[in-house]
């Protein structure tokens, strides 16, 4: 990639031996950090390793224990984020800091409102929200309510909201995480003419085929540890896997041949509307067999959440069936579905999967608190429901450990996944299904939680994997079905699925 | 290891931010009393002398029975997600409840009339509050706004009720008959008088320990409990765990506006004897909101700031022979919930202290 639209004279920011330490731990030890005006610089790392307390102290969320942080040449103390505001930075937290019940617009003004007097002037803020939407061609619902909107649309709202407050040097926390193949090409793009504008990018990720095509330079950190600084088209991505985790890592996913089972989900001509009561799932067929994975491969917005809500009971279908072991589960509720064997992983982890301020026991038990050993006549048994976390977190290496009776919400995202994978998989349904289950998780969570998918099915038990990362559909799955407007468009053995391919039928392209 | 600074003590334990923001009330009392020439050191004394003594003690007793019993109402609404600011309507009800019961059957001996009274007191305040849990789960209709309307009717259908022929007084008084003896908490006369106690002295308190260890089982012990916490944290993760949140939501209400209802009935059996034709809206609901968060919607908590308040009420009632307005105590309660509702700031500032923290969790994941 040539390097034409960075001004190497010009460091806009540069972090000097930034040491972060709380109590006795170092979470980061001596970090160095330079980006040029036109740059983007990608912070690659394991979870944990330090990325986002780094980042946090240029957000002015955490002060430094000792170093220097310089932005456009000039050593500055952030007290708070709007000091790091001021400063000209911006930031997209990858768990959305936006307020539910409140529309698009509303969220990307909040706090900077054009103002009429007194009142709020929402049709100014909804013309320049519209406008600079269309500028950088991140599509959006102006008037939609963010409770409504896809994770994908929610995403790009996070992105237009510290645009909108003028950053020119925006951190982006795992802005990928959410978005279609498709999507994620076009934010590259987008990136690329924000750093063409003068603007520069820190991209912190796990992604390295993201790096490697939008990326000047990376910073690599391992275990709060500076690695090296490299220029990314001197290296390739092995290189830096190896580099992040400091072992040879494999991209496979080892998976015995299938041994197909009896059809255990059965879906036959579903119809479905979205929340605005559109129609969206427009006659959808699918079938899932024991002992299979079935991958759904589409492109955000094309029917895979509806679908996933009606099958899991928190939607009502229009028109349709569906069955699992030839038991009709549909338009019935999620405590139906759930007696009837499905189980599920669902795609916002902190919305549907964990109530955050219960301990990890009482979520490990969401399902089944009701059942013996967890609760005898309606009194809860604590010392099953500890027994039970106790068991979970060493089988399923949830850290930290002894973390029993500490709320979910202070674990770590690939932390409070494996809670999730620990329930369901120990609830051990006929039928799994799973939604974007390695959102945000670091290259070996991701390992982990294939590896307990592929378990399931080995098993013979039916998985559904909806998911947006087209290489998690590619490696996992024994079926590829291509969603496309609110039908299966196209069906094609996993083995012999082609990335292009794919995609051209998730456009909705004829197959070849 | 730093030093934990000032800040963090008080946001992270509750127990010291309250009694931060109590001692924070009293110093601003002083304050007004200074102003007003009167001397704090006469005015307080009064006020602690009077609670002190074995009678005022149990006078302190009698009149917190109602606040702890709303109290618990209020605070297993907020334990379960919703905010039961209609407690007062239920209270009203549940308290008119119990008081036409009595009236009506007064010749009923006692074990059967006193949980007889009880039961009308608690079925009318958990119609109260399922009324407005199904306009909210059927009809969306925010149950804050539905709630403080209820407050209203409730008001006014006591007033109604209490002029009915047959349940009114027969005398100038404008309010209802005096409840039957049969239905009276009142501890025997000849005890009271050779005890030294309050006139009104009555054993409402167990039935008030009672319901506080009940609630205290129910929130933390049960799978009830469970359902309407997790239906309160998080309804979408309560739902796709299979949990019926609107199911939950009438439950919670239900029983929250019961034992609103049944605070009526406990301070009317016990020190009030009689219902009014109300002037205004009496309150006790809206003091329960007060007591659950000085308790911080503990049940143990809420039976200590009950008390508290109790003392605070009575106590106050005395300080005018301190030439203080009683008044007073309304700004010593006002500024104590006004600093402990800013915990919200408190909050706000340790959740980003708390960012740090997850930064710390992040790594040793």
Known sequence: MSKEHVDMSVPVIEMRNIVKKFGDFVANDGINLTVHKGEIHAILGENGAGKSTLMNQLYGLLKPTSGDILVNGKKIVMNNPRDAINAGIGMVHQHFMLVQP????????????????????????????????????????????????????????????????????????????????????????????????????????????????????????????????????????????????????????????????????????????????????????????????????????????????????????????????????????????????VSSIPADRQKHGLVLDFSIEDNLILQNYEKDPFARSKILQRDAILKHATQSISDYDIRPGNSEKRPAGTLSGGNQQKVIIAREVQNDKDLLIAVNPTRGLDVGAIEYVHQYIVQQRNKGKAVLLVSFELDEIMSLSDVIDVIFDGKIVSSIPGGQADENELGLLMAGGKPA | MKKKSFLDIVSENTFIHILLSIILGFLIGAIFLAVMGLSVGNAYGRLINSVTSLKGFSYVVVYSVPYIVAGLSVAFSFKTGVFNIGAEGQFVVGAMGAAVTSILLPDLPKPVLIPLCFAAAIVMGALWGIIVAILKTKRGINEVLSMIMFNWIAFYLSNFIAGIPGIKNEGSAEATKSISANASMLLPKDFIKSAGLAPTANWGILVAILITALIWIVIEKTTLG?????????????????????????????????????????????????????????????????????????????????????????????????????????????????FIAISVIFRNLKYLKRKTGKGKEAMKA
């Open chain 1, 102 to 341: 409140f529309t698009v617009t509303e969220n990307i003004v909040l706090g900077s409102e054009p103002m009429k007097g007194l009142t709020v002037d929402m049709k100014k803020a909804r013309q320049n929200v519209k406008e600079l939407s269309e500028r950088y061609g991140l599509a959006i619902d102006p008037d939609a309510k963010i409770e409504d909107i896809s994770v994908g649309m929610q995403q790009r709202v996070e992105i237009l909201k510290a645009l909108y407050r003028g950053a020119d040097i925006l951190i982006l926390d795992e802005p990928t995480s959410s978005l279609t193949p498709q999507e994620i090409v076009e934010l590259i793009q987008i990136m690329h003419n924000l750093t063409g504008d003068g603007k520069s990018i820190i991209l912190i990720t796990h992604k390295l085929k993201e790096i490697k095509e939008s990326a000047d330079f990376c910073t690599i950190i391992r275990m709060g540890k500076y690695i090296d600084t490299v220029d990314v088209d001197q290296v390739d991505e092995n290189d830096l896997a190896s580099m992040m985790v400091g072992r040879k890592v494999t991209f496979q996913v080892d998976k015995p041949p299938i041994k197909r089972g009896p059809v255990v989900l059965d879906v036959k001509n579903l119809h479905g509307v979205d929340y605005r009561g559109v129609e969206i799932l427009k006659g959808l067929n699918l079938q899932v067999h024991a002992g299979e994975i079935v991958g759904i491969a589409g492109i955000d917005g094309n029917g895979q959440t509806e679908l996933v809500e009606i099958l899991t009971g928190l939607r009502k279908g229009t028109a349709g069936e569906a069955t699992v072991n030839g038991v009709s589960i549909y338009n019935k509720s999620p405590a139906f579905g759930f007696a009837h064997g």
């Open chain 2, 226 to 338: 469970y359902e309407l916490k997790a239906v309160g944290s998080n309804k979408f993760a309560a739902e796709y765990g299979g949990i019926n949140v609107n199911r939950s939501i009438l439950t919670a209400l239900g029983i929250s506006g019961g034992m609103a209802g049944l605070a009526g009935a406990l301070y009317l059996m016990g020190m009030g004897n009689r219902i009014s034709v109300f002037s205004s809206q009496e309150g006790f609901g809206f003091a329960g909101i007060v007591v659950a968060l000085i308790g911080c919607s503990n049940p143990f908590g809420v039976f200590v700031a009950g008390l508290f308040y109790g003392a605070l009420m009575y106590g106050g009632s005395k300080l005018n022979l301190e030439g203080a307005p009683t008044q007073l105590i309304n700004v010593i309660v006002g500024t104590v919930v006004f």
